[in-house]
């Protein structure tokens, strides 16, 4: 059994692992770089080691100096998050090598997930419907080109080694399927050392829908219902969630059903997620299976009443799940708003720096996870994600009014934040409706919208200013007129 766990991470993901980690008694390690040296995660594990520069190259991702923590702590198990090395079938298999404990996937059946073409071979043979493109990775332009013109643009160039939104460009011409095809390219090479492509049929004001799959090492399996991912930027997910509005408790169980299939098809085991696009038209296709724990997995543990992180624990120790598909009931509606330090304005630029004061939203069905303190630093070498808000209630409404009052209770001095647009967005009469799609931004013009409002706001608070000063000042010529013994001076000048 799992006594003792490495978090091979870093801010509000190694803290979640943390508190899991000591409700069930099990000792935690945490690793940090130079830039990490104050950070919460130190200090709230068991036992800290340092392992090297600021540069995730040379820290979170150097798998040798983790594994050599590992050993010299006595780490028997890893927890990898999500980023860095969650998704390293190399990293996995060293882990394997060294009898450590990967809380995840085998090595194998994360290599199979991480490559696209053959994940999808595996989804198809399994009968999981896919998104229409090339049959297999294209060997240069002039044949994606080819399939382009076959499937009917637009489509989307994809590396197969991309993820979290990048290695993927958009192209609805000839000309731009060329030039993409070496952008492309260029970004997978610089990002991962290698590059390979498929072409894919884009499909217009799609919805992003996954569910939470998870399957023990005795091969049973089941789904955690579904989380509703559209509202994005540069194809990045900012807001989430469960369930989603067009999802019906019979459509629910039929791509519930898929869901558990794909895990079987690529003998996965432990959490994951399979991810789907739902046409227009209503048919749900097949993308990728994310395999780790997701960053928006809180929302599914609101309406589940799950522990994700123990349960990965459990089935890492060899434990069977404790229930099946029948005694899983979806209970009320959760959001989560990815708190990201950045400027909306300047195309979602980061925006880094210290924070000298912060307040962290808190309350009944209010969830914040976060590494954010007082006096802590965002920093340039990592993503932007600061904090999870996460709001749950028993109907989408209170579940939406409640997220809105958490972001107004939220401040996070020094640095821009993703909180104006969210609030836009959530006080939006499409948004309120379900209206969702990939495009919700572009489509519906949030942009604009939230400069309008950040006017506005502007505007109320000059007048509450002003009111605020007329109200001051007429109680003080009060005070004064009424004073015999004030100076004729005072009167005087107040007349």
Not at 68 to 97: I, Q, T, W
Not at 127 to 143: M, Q, R, Y
Not at 251 to 257: A, C, D, H, T
Request: aromatic fraction near 8%; charge should be negative; charged fraction near 25%.
């Amino acid at each position: 059994m799992i006594e003792k766990v490495l978090i091979a991470n870093r801010g509000e993901i190694a803290l979640r692992v943390i508190r899991t980690c000591n409700a069930l008694g099990i000792k935690t390690v945490a690793v940090y770089s130079d830039e990490d040296y104050n950070s919460l995660h130190v200090k709230k594990a068991d036992e800290s080691y340092h392992i090297g520069e600021a540069a995730p190259a040379k820290s979170y991702l150097n798998q040798e100096k983790i594994l050599e923590v590992m050993l010299s702590a006595g780490a028997d198990a890893v927890h990898p998050g999500y980023g860095f090395l969650s998704e390293n079938d190399d990293f996995a298999r060293l882990c394997e090598k060294n009898k450590i404990n990967f809380i995840g996937p085998s090595a194998d059946s994360m290599n199979l997930c991480g490559d696209k073409m053959e994940c999808k071979a595996a989804m198809l043979k399994a009968e999981v419907p896919t998104v229409p493109g090339s049959p297999g990775l294209v060997k240069d332009a002039a044949e994606a080109e080819k399939i382009a013109n076959d499937i009917g643009y637009p489509v989307l160039l994809k590396s197969v080694y991309g993820g979290g939104g990048r290695g993927i460009r958009l192209v609805t011409n000839d000309q731009e399927l060329r030039e993409g095809f070496d952008t492309v390219t260029s970004e997978s090479i610089a990002a991962v050392g290698k590059s390979a492509i498929i072409v894919e049929k884009f499909l217009e004001k799609t919805r992003h829908i996954e569910y939470q799959m998870c399957r023990d090492h005795h091969g049973n399996a089941v789904h955690l219902f579904e989380r509703e991912c559209s509202i994005q930027r540069r194809n990045q997910k900012l807001i989430e969630q469960t369930p989603s509005p067009v999802v019906d408790e019979a459509k629910r169980e039929e791509i519930g059903e898929l869901v558990v299939k794909a895990a079987e098809a690529v003998n996965y085991t432990n959490l994951g997620t399979a991810e789907f696009l739902r046409a227009d038209s209503g048919e749900f296709y097949f993308i990728e299976i994310n395999a780790r724990l997701q960053v928006e997995h809180p929302i599914s543990e609101m309406v589940s009443g799950l522990d994700f992180v123990k349960l990965q624990i459990d089935i890492a120790n060899g434990e069977p799940l404790p229930f099946k598909q029948s005694d899983l009931k979806m209970n009320g509606y959760a959001i989560e708003c990815r708190i990201n330090a950045e400027d909306t304005f300047l195309d979602f630029a980061p925006s880094t720096g210290p924070v000298p004061d912060v307040t962290i939203p808190a309350g009944p069905n209010v969830r914040c996870d976060t590494y954010l303190y007082p006096g802590c630093t965002v920093s340039p070498f990592y993503d932007s994600l600061m904090a999870k808000l996460c709001t749950w209630g028993p109907t989408f409404e209170e579940s939406r009014t409640r997220m809105l009052t958490a972001l107004n209770d939220m401040y996070v001095q020094g640095v821009e934040t993703s909180i104006p647009l969210y609030k836009t967005i959530l006080n939006s009469e499409e948004y309120k409706n379900g209206e969702l799609s990939t495009d919700f931004l572009k489509r519906y013009g949030m942009i604009d919208r939230l400069s309008e409002d950040l006017k506005k706001e502007k505007e109320d608070k000059s007048e509450a200013a002003l009111a605020a000063a007329i109200i001051h000042s007429e109680y003080f010529k009060s005070r004064v007129q009424n004073n015999e013994s004030s100076s004729a001076t005072w009167k005087s000048k107040l007349d």
